[in-house]
């Protein structure tokens, strides 16, 4: 009864819009997200707070490449690839743009599906993004490789400014991370789809509490949010 | 555009709470669903931007043209994923603001870097000279 009182999602009373209703809101002396489940609110909390250290990795990169009296290695020839006789710019980080992007537009659906209730869309779906983030880890994998025969290391490079390798291994290391956790989390919640522990409510292994279709638009939070942080790694990093 | 499916649930529950009581928490979830077409319609807006940021660099525009663009289409691909595929476009504003409105103070933390690295520079220049 604890867990009913503690998951489920209040009625919402008629409430002001605009400033108005967010002011009321959190005067409320009531919780302050409405209509927003507790899980979903805190995955929205935690990615904030992930939004704080990659906007400090970010800035940290800005600052060494703001100060720096060498020039900066040009990203564009730096991560060239040399296909068919000529060096095409950046086309590894392109197509690893296109593929994380296309997990995200799969793992939407996946969401959609959830809804519905179709249980093999859904988790055939969640399967198909976990294979693109892995896909995407791979490329970045032989992506390192290629940089590291180079000789990129954190403390130098060939071709300019020191702080190019840590900054780089720093950034994409972390966003890499993020994405192999993602990958993990994906194919645990597809299984418990797949499995319909969504539909029968079956108790978690570690929290002994029933999941709810939710649990698969929260972690697709999680990915689209290592999506969106490639975004800008993309466009700060690689294009700038 | 989809309309908000979450305030349409929110008054279904509302009814059912007066109905049945006992029922409301079965029913008060809050559904983000949409049209899969909408999905697909901002994926391929998506595939676009991300084209266009690619040809930037492939074409080799340089300057405030380059950056203006790049800041351009990284805005709008990072606003179409925050706003339809994590549903903020339909969360409660109370959420919206509390989760978007932190981040835009990290450009006080930029500003500040950015006198920092400036200082930084001179200060390098003034006590390294020109080399390495």
Request: charged fraction near 15%.
């Amino acid at each position: 009864m604890t867990e009913t009182t503690l998951t489920h999602i209040g009625q919402t009373e008629p409430r002001p819009v605009g400033w108005q209703g967010i002011a009321a809101d959190w005067s409320s002396d009531q919780r302050a997200f409405k209509n927003v489940s507790w899980g979903k609110a805190m995955m929205w909390i935690f990615l904030l707070s992930d939004t704080f250290i990659f906007g400090c990795f970010l800035l940290s990169y800005m600052t060494a490449r703001m100060s720096t009296r060498v020039p900066w290695p040009n990203p564009s020839e730096v991560f060239a690839l040399h296909i068919g006789g000529s060096n095409i710019p950046l086309i590894l980080i392109a197509i690893m743009t296109f593929v994380l992007i296309s997990s995200s537009g799969t793992m939407a659906m996946a969401v959609n599906f959830g809804y519905r209730r179709d249980r093999r869309k859904t988790a055939i779906l969640m399967l198909l993004t976990a294979v693109l983030g892995a896909t995407f880890v791979g490329m970045q994998a032989f992506e390192w490789t290629k940089l590291i025969t180079e000789g990129v290391r954190p403390w130098g490079n060939p071709w300019g400014a020191a702080q190019f390798g840590s900054s780089f291994f720093m950034i994409t290391g972390f966003h890499g991370t993020h994405v192999t956790i993602g990958v993990i989390f994906l194919i645990i919640v597809a299984r418990k789809v797949w499995r319909g522990d969504y539909d029968i409510g079956r108790p978690g292994f570690f929290t002994s509490r029933k999941g709810r279709y939710e649990n698969v638009e929260i972690m697709g939070l999680y990915w689209h949010f290592v999506d969106l942080v490639w975004v800008f790694i993309f466009a700060f990093f690689y294009l700038w | 555009m989809a309309e908000a499916t979450a305030n349409g649930l929110g008054q279904h529950a509302l009814h059912a709470a007066h109905e049945a009581p006992a029922a409301a928490v079965a029913h008060a979830e809050v559904h983000q669903e949409h049209p899969i077409r909408l999905y697909l319609v901002v994926w391929a807006w998506l595939f676009i931007l991300s084209a266009c940021s690619y040809m930037v660099d492939y074409f080799g525009i340089h300057g405030y043209l380059r950056w203006s663009l790049i800041l351009i289409f990284m805005m709008l691909k990072a606003g179409l994923i925050v706003a339809v595929f994590m549903h903020m476009a339909w969360e409660r504003l109370a959420l919206t603001y509390a989760i978007i409105l932190p981040p835009v103070l990290v450009l006080v933390f930029v500003a500040m870097m950015v006198f920092e690295s400036d200082y930084t520079l001179l200060t390098r220049m003034t006590f390294f000279g020109a080399g390495s």
